[in-house]
């Protein structure tokens, strides 16, 4: 079954051919693979995400999007301490067992089966959690808070594609990467904002708006099926010159 998981991969893989052949979108790649290889940023990027099989055309594309959503102030981020790391995927009861510490109000639930699901699980906060944004003129981080609701909760190596594929679904996800002893609540402003944009309302620049495309192409995927949308993928390729 192609589902969620696999189809926000060949999402992000579309739209990154289709960037790599123009010189914005080339760019734009090249800017976040060097991203990716600053150490300094190493622990900020894995929230965002921490593919296993590494930083692919499809992946930065995936990046650059969420990078462009909290540029423009777009992205409320709040950090919830655990107290350790997560464990390898396999140990998912361990996993719950230290996501039981987390702070009064807030609760995480791991999905023991894995079975095909989109997610890892899940993290709600009946409580405001207080958080912070980025301020697009100052690039200062600004106070703000979440109010009492949910997301799907991703452990670990986790596509950046996944991380998009969630925000334009929910509006909401909780990350919780290899090394990180925090959940990080990342949410859109406000959480349908994605879903505005799908719905006809004008996104503030080129990344954002492929970031609706990408959205569009996993939609098409879970109502069409992979293989149909497989072939309308390939005739968008053909049918679209270079720079159009």
Known sequence: MELGRSMHRRAA?????????????????????????????????AVLGQPYTGWDMGQLF???????????GLLTVAEVE?????????????NQTALKGLQAGVSA???TSQRGADDDGSVRWEVPLPGYF????????????????????????????????????FGA????????E?????????????????GGHAAPNKAMEDLVSFSNWI????????????????????SVRPDS
Not at 82 to 94: F, L, S
Not at 148 to 163: K, Q, R, V
């Open 13 to 45: 893989d579309h739209m990154a051919e289709a960037w790599a052949e123009t010189d914005w979108g080339a760019r734009a790649l090249a800017g976040m693979y060097r991203w990716t290889r600053d150490e300094e940023w190493a622990d900020r990027i």
């Open 62 to 72: 995936a990046l650059r999007c969420l990078a462009g959503l909290w540029m423009e």
């Open 82 to 94: 655990v107290g350790v790391g997560p464990r390898r995927d396999a140990e998912r009861k361990a």
């Open 109 to 111: 639930e791991v999905d």
């Open 134 to 169: 980025c301020d697009p003129e100052s690039r200062d981080s600004l106070p703000d808070t979440l109010a009492p609701d949910w997301a799907p909760l991703e452990i670990g190596n986790t596509d950046a594609s996944t991380t998009c594929f969630h925000l334009a679904r």
């Open 173 to 180: 996800v909780a990350r919780w990467p290899y090394g990180d």
């Open 182 to 198: 925090k959940v990080t609540v990342v949410q859109t402003r406000p959480r349908i904002l994605i879903q505005r944009w799908r």
């Open 219 to 238: 939609a098409y995927g879970r109502m069409l099926g992979p293989k149909r949308v497989r072939g309308m993928m390939h005739a968008s390729r053909v």
